[in-house]
């Protein structure tokens, strides 16, 4: 039986639908990984997107969706209601979750990203 891992990333972008579709493009551009919602939020400037996946693609597609914010946004341009937060705003507060992520066997953790570029 396959496991299934939701993964909730939220980015710096909740104005610009293009940057958005992008970064939603890259999280899906994988085998087994769906979209279940998505929301953006312009007063605030970010957009929380649903994911599910099998837990061999989840985190490979939350590290291409990372890569894809890196190159899409400028925080040196950012504005909302909480300014030039991280590009991944949740690692910090879920590093629990990114340890369970690990146990249930992710092959890509975000605390092994070897692409200095992605540690933003």
Do not use: W
Request: proline fraction near 4%; include cysteine; hydrophobic fraction near 40%.
């Amino acid at each position: 039986m396959q496991s299934i891992i939701e993964c909730v990333p939220n980015f710096s972008e909740g104005r610009d639908v293009a940057k958005v579709e992008t970064i939603i493009r890259a999280l899906l551009d994988g085998p087994d990984v769906y979209l279940l919602d998505q929301e953006m939020d312009a007063d605030h400037n970010r957009c929380v997107i649903t994911l599910v996946g099998a837990r061999e693609s989840i985190g490979e597609a939350a590290l291409r969706g990372i890569g894809a914010a890196a190159e899409l946004i400028d925080l040196n341009h950012h504005q909302g209601a909480h300014p030039r937060c991280p590009l991944h705003t949740g690692l910090g507060r879920h590093a629990g979750r990114l340890r369970a992520y690990r146990r249930v066997g992710c092959r890509a953790s975000l605390a092994q990203v070897q692409n200095p570029n992605l540690l933003v």
